[in-house]
């Protein structure tokens, strides 16, 4: 068996256009711009990146996008005065705060000044309760991505077993969440579970989310099984550096019936997710 190559690529341009067709619409017929305020504190190379590809991919859907940068000795008081702001400022429609924070940061108390409603990435301890209890919340955007993907490659995904191997509060959990919303029987797994492999045999649907690279091997994989590869490592192999996931692709694509690829799979989701809840909360701040 080969697997079908689940394209994240071409999905999150769908997603983008849609989300560009609603804002101009929203600007013809409103007089309104969504706008996202990203913050980010220090010079991590890769959360520069990171922004800097939000930022604009936000314009190019037509959006307002403001980037604040912040030198990585801020203090507190200084950090939450700008979140402060941002919450106060009815041009922003969304607020990101990039993690992670430098270590003198309380990373909790930072995203939970956030205005719930203006929580783009779905982290306040508000919107994680609303999602927990089904309730209508904003979304964390990377496993609000593979959940899109999941639809859109499976139909109804009621009943299957879903094995969500990670419990970051980023994705893992709220992935869990989410994939019971749809009537998923839900395995959070983890680095201690026992016998993790057989576990994972048991998953019609794999989300795989630790961060470590290529750990799940093709045997892991039940047939036909649809695999979701969160995972971004960057390796060295052969002399040259390499992005893989955490399943080992190649053995894991000739026993699975879908896979998300790294790269191309559920990395381009994130951002277009970003976009979509920064749209969503526009439209909810807007009535
Ligand atoms: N750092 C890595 N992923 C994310 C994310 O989804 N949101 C934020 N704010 N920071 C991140």
């Known amino acids: 068996m080969s697997a079908t190559i689940i394209d994240g690529k071409a999905f999150a ?3 983008r256009a849609q989300v560009a067709d609603h804002v101009a619409r929203l600007k013809a017929d409103h007089g309104l711009t969504p706008g996202l305020a990203v913050v980010l504190v220090g010079e991590d190379p890769a959360s520069e990146v990171y922004v800097r590809s939000k930022g604009k991919q936000t314009t190019e859907v037509g959006m307002n996008s403001t980037e604040h940068k912040l030198p990585a000795d801020t203090a507190e008081a200084d950090l939450l005065a700008l ?3 941002l919450n106060a400022d009815p041009a922003v429609n969304g607020i990101l705060v990039q993690l992670p924070l430098p270590d003198h940061l309380d990373s909790d108390l930072v995203i939970n000044s956030i205005d719930p409603a203006k929580d783009v990435d779905g982290f306040h301890i508000s919107n994680v309760g609303l999602l927990g209890t089904g309730q209508k919340s904003m979304v964390p955007c990377t496993p609000l991505g593979c959940l899109m993907m ?3 490659q499976l139909g109804s995904l009621s009943g299957l077993n879903a094995v969500v191997v990670g419990r970051s509060n980023i994705v893992g959990k709220p992935m869990a969440q989410l994939l019971l919303g749809d009537s998923c029987t839900v395995t959070i797994a983890h680095s201690r ?3 993790l492999a057989e576990v994972c045999r048991g998953a019609d649907i794999l989300v795989a989310a630790v961060g470590r690279p290529e750990m799940i091997p093709g045997d892991w994989i039940k047939p ?6 969160v995972g971004i490592n960057r390796i060295e192999r052969d002399g040259k550096k390499t992005l893989v996931g955490d399943v080992a692709f190649a053995s894991a694509a000739a ?4 896979i998300t690829p790294v790269p191309g799979g559920v990395g381009p989701m994130t951002i ?3 976009l979509a809840n920064t749209l969503t909360a526009t439209c909810r701040a807007n009535g």
């Open 13 to 15: 341009a769908t997603v």
């Open 83 to 85: 979140i402060a702001q």
């Open 150 to 152: 999941l639809r859109a």
């Open 193 to 195: 579970t026992k016998d």
């Open 224 to 229: 036909g099984a649809t695999v979701v590869d």
């Open 255 to 258: 026993v699975a019936g879908a």
């Open 272 to 274: 277009a997710c970003l």
